[in-house]
């Protein structure tokens, strides 16, 4: 089983930046791809950004392009989202999440087997 642990979320004024990071531990299977995804008050859990944990391949949601960025650091099994020119409309809770296997696309939350608590995120204006 995996456990993943986000850190770094917090309050930010609009157009300010925060580095959120999802540490990954226990029986690691081999690993596809790890991805973000958050959930705002009342909406469904929507997808943020992925990455492609032996390729390196990111994509975005249209929404956050441009201004997230997503990395990974794989000897240390984590991975990381970079958020710069926050907006109000990013405040949401925001989770990590990983797959192990290939297929399917990449931002349904169906794909992902296993979820981190979550940290929330708070951009006032």
């Known amino acids: 089983q995996v456990q993943l642990v986000e850190s770094g979320g917090g309050l930010v004024q609009a157009g300010g930046s925060l580095r959120l990071s999802c540490t990954a531990s226990g029986r690691t299977p081999s690993r596809y791809a790890m991805a973000w995804f958050r959930q705002a008050p009342g909406k469904e859990r929507e997808f943020v950004a992925a990455i492609g944990w032996t390729t390196g391949i990111t994509n975005y949601a249209d929404s956050v392009k441009g201004r997230f960025i997503i990395s990974r650091d794989n000897a240390r099994n984590m991975v990381f989202l970079q958020m710069s020119n926050l907006k109000p409309e990013d405040t949401a809770v925001y989770y990590c999440?990983?797959?192990?296997?290939?297929?399917?696309?990449?931002?349904?939350?169906?794909?992902?087997?296993?979820w981190g608590q979550g940290t929330h995120v708070t951009v006032s204006s």
């Open positions: 999440a990983d797959r192990t296997y290939s297929g399917g696309g990449y931002a349904a939350p169906l794909l992902y087997n296993s």
